[in-house]
């Protein structure tokens, strides 16, 4: 008796191309004597299998189960059809006719295999900067069009030789349809050039680019992403004169070191961050630093973790084998502009930076830097999402109309939602600059050229100086909606938990645009994807000078004092470095003042006059060093006071600051008082979160905004809100800061067009 032929048609949506899952179903097809095929669509994996019921069943169990490692399915959908009677199972070319609803798989760092083939010298990829397979190598930086095939990737100049052919034709091999595919033969070639951008004679790059490095010499390299700017770390005078030509005086750089092994030597590292060191993502992580760690003092002054992350290209492992205790890997740039891509761009830009570059002839078709994640409160959260990560969606809880958001000025990143997936492009940085202007312009339309999407409303923050704001106005063919600041801090955390009803909203940040044209950034919000309120928010002060006030925090905290001691300023040391009288008279006559109710500005503002940094190299560098400084939490706070003006809730910041002033006088040292006053915030924060939630009876409570990448007051304040129950959601998969934005501008807009 013959057994009875099905025939089923399958649909495998989410991130199923580039990542070997063809010749997974073609094998899997094979182990249970099924015929059909397997192709590639512009909405993911299309499959037709047929045979017995019971081997269909076992086929798609296994699809489910074990699906390629770097694969993501987030959909199924299966129908029986009528049998062809194939004999055998095939895989078919890409069809492209119909729209995109795949998803791409970020880069990915180099896999094992390709890794132990790199290093045998019976490989005919021995030592090949550009080895890669299915699983491992470019994938979003290369790729121009969907779908993810080799014409509409940068590889589509480099003809495959007969052996790679031959690998990428075979379904049993892993390198079966494996876009980059090259060899020494038949790919791309790594080359070294002086300043001028004139190519050296030299028959191994990168072993002179070691003896470069070990002479002293600033080297430009080409990654996955962009160039990165390395030296060697135990050379003190390198570091010092990297600083001086990028423009970065204080700023901590990133280092990459051999293995885990160098790593565990230079940082303290927690189970949780040797695993994300050596995940497939590979960015760097902020750990805390070693005693004796042999890395050049100026490479993060005045901070107590470094940067650290582990080679993820072939080329880096190649030249971390020169036997380097550790290199900077900084993004190639100069300050404030985006990292570098393209050769001749890097040798104009660069060629004042940069002593010779070791770059190479495939192209990177989009920028993306390092990604940065750190380990606080019991897990790893991002500060920068960028390779590795994009773009990989985060899922949100609604479907609807396709949206585009474009983020704010810092830490740019904009925000494709398409169904129910939020598009969160990589790192774009600060748009202050032409260059990021054109960087942020050209990530827009890839971003809606690979997906097929057209947004049906552009989501904008409310400044209206931003650059991404006007880019936004200027769009006449599509509706646009402006949001406020924080109130797009608070759904960007509210998508990414997947919560829909109000929430209390502790937004805190340094800069953020009110709806009363004045700067926020100490907000207490009630809201939802609807519509806030302004529970509650710091006392207002002045910000003298602005932007000026925020680079030199001593004048912040001249205008503090002021407001505090009714125009007087009490005799503190920190004042006898500065020119005060200029700043007394614009804060007295308020001239150019502005108003603000910036958290971060109160940190510049207790940093400063404690003797902590009067001005900064950095973003927050004065409120992270204070931080870093502070003694732990169980210690007296300073005065906290809540009061009401005008129905309006304030946190009192005039009772910190004489609380602060009396305790400099009294002798307390800047570390008592950076754990008095990061315990103060924690009491404060506590005791307005229970006012509201008497008013509203809400307990689930959201924490957004750039001041909570600060360890001492987000694992200070968590425990004390679980303990007084409420439900508290904070950020992992998209940054607290302002790289985050852009996912709940997105959301606000989609809510809008609902409404």
Not at 225 to 247: I, P, Q, S, Y
Not at 374 to 387: A, G, K, T, V
Not at 465 to 489: C, I, M, N, R
Not at 632 to 648: A, G, K, W, Y
Request: proline letters at 5%; a negative charge; glycine letters at 6%.
């Amino acid at each position: 008796m013959t057994k009875t032929v099905k025939r089923e048609k399958i649909s495998v949506n989410g991130i199923v191309q580039g990542v070997g899952f063809r010749p997974f179903i073609h094998n899997l097809a094979k182990k249970y004597h099924l015929a059909g095929f397997v192709a590639n669509t512009s909405t993911g994996v299309e499959i037709e299998i047929e045979g017995s019921k019971g081997s269909l069943n076992q086929f798609i169990k296994e699809v489910k189960i074990n699906a390629p490692p770097l694969s993501v399915i987030t959909d199924i959908q299966s129908e029986f059809i009528k049998p062809l009677l194939d004999d055998d199972f095939i895989i078919k070319p890409s069809d492209a006719r119909v729209s995109v609803a795949t998803l791409i798989s970020p880069d990915v760092a180099i896999c094992e295999d390709c890794y132990r083939e790199l290093f045998d010298p019976q490989d005919r990829r021995y030592l090949y900067p550009f080895i890669n397979c299915t699983n491992c190598g470019p994938r979003y930086t290369i790729i121009e069009n969907i779908p993810y095939d080799r014409p509409y990737t940068s590889m589509k100049s480099f003809v495959m030789c007969p052996d790679c052919q031959a690998e990428y034709d075979d379904p049993s091999n892993r390198r079966f349809h494996a876009q980059p595919n090259a060899c020494p033969v038949c790919g791309p070639q790594v080359s070294l050039h002086d300043a001028t951008g004139q190519k050296l004679d030299s028959s191994d790059p990168v072993s002179k680019t070691a003896d470069l490095l070990k002479s002293g010499k600033i080297l430009a390299i080409k990654g996955l992403g962009g160039f990165h700017l390395a030296v060697d770390t135990a050379n003190e005078e390198a570091v010092m004169e990297l600083r001086k030509r990028k423009g970065r005086e204080e700023k901590p750089l990133a280092i990459m070191v051999k293995d885990m092994k160098i790593a565990k030597t230079i940082c303290n590292l927690m189970k949780d961050e040797e695993q994300i060191l050596a995940s497939f993502q590979h960015p760097i992580v902020l750990a805390y630093k070693k005693r004796d760690h042999g890395i050049a003092h100026s490479v993060a002054p005045g901070n107590d973790r470094f940067g650290i992350m582990l080679p993820y290209t072939p080329l880096h492992h190649i030249l971390m084998s020169f036997d380097f205790h550790a290199l900077v890997m900084t993004s190639a740039n100069y300050s404030e502009e985006p990292i570098c891509i393209e050769n001749e761009e890097v040798f104009e830009r660069l060629g004042n930076i940069a002593d010779y570059f070791l770059t190479h002839n495939r192209d990177i078709y989009l920028r993306s830097d390092d990604s940065v994640v750190i380990h606080l409160n019991r897990e790893m959260r991002q500060i920068r999402r960028s390779r590795g990560y994009v773009p990989k969606p985060v899922f949100v809880s609604s479907k609807g109309a396709p949206i585009l958001a474009v983020g704010g000025e810092l830490k740019n990143t904009i925000c494709l939602l398409k169904d129910d997936k939020a598009f969160l492009s990589q790192h774009i940085g600060d748009l202050e600059n032409l260059e990021a202007y054109n960087f942020f312009k050209m990530t827009v339309n890839h971003l809606e050229r690979i997906f097929e999407t057209k947004p049906e409303l552009i989501v904008y923050d409310l400044h209206p100086s931003y650059l991404s704001t006007q880019w936004a106005k200027e769009q006449t063919d599509v509706p646009t909606f402006g949001v406020q600041h924080h109130h797009a801090h608070l759904t960007a955390c509210m998508a990414e938990n997947k919560l829909e009803n109000p929430v209390i909203g502790l937004i805190m940040d340094g800069t953020g645009y009110g709806t009363d044209g004045t700067i926020w950034g100490g907000e207490v919000l009630v809201g939802d994807f609807s519509e806030f309120t302004r529970y509650a928010y710091f006392e207002p002060m002045l910000l003298p000078g602005g932007d000026a006030a925020i680079k030199a925090p001593w004048r912040t905290a001249v205008s503090y004092l002021l407001k505090s001691f009714d125009g007087e300023l009490p005799d503190l040391p920190f004042l006898e470095q500065h020119n005060v009288e200029p700043i007394v008279e614009m804060v007295t006559k308020q001239f150019n003042c502005q108003s603000t109710t910036s958290c971060g500005r109160l940190f510049d503002a207790v940093a400063a006059m404690s003797g902590g940094k009067q001005e900064i190299h950095y973003e927050a560098q004065a409120a992270i060093e204070f931080m870093q400084v502070a003694s732990q939490l169980d210690i007296n706070p300073f005065d906290v006071e809540i009061s009401t003006s005008n129905e309006n809730i304030i946190m009192c910041v005039v009772p910190i600051i004489r609380s602060v002033v009396k305790s400099i006088l009294d002798g307390e040292s800047i570390s008592k008082i950076g754990g008095r006053f990061h315990k103060t915030l924690i009491d404060l924060f506590t005791k307005i979160v229970k006012e509201a939630y008497q008013t509203t009876g809400i307990r689930d409570v959201v924490l957004s905004g750039g001041v909570f990448q600060n360890h001492l007051l987000f694992e200070g304040i968590i425990p004390v809100l679980l303990s007084e129950g409420f439900n508290v959601y904070t950020h992992s998969q998209v940054p607290t800061n302002d790289g985050g934005l852009s996912l709940g501008q997105a959301m606000l807009g989609r809510h809008y067009l609902q409404k």
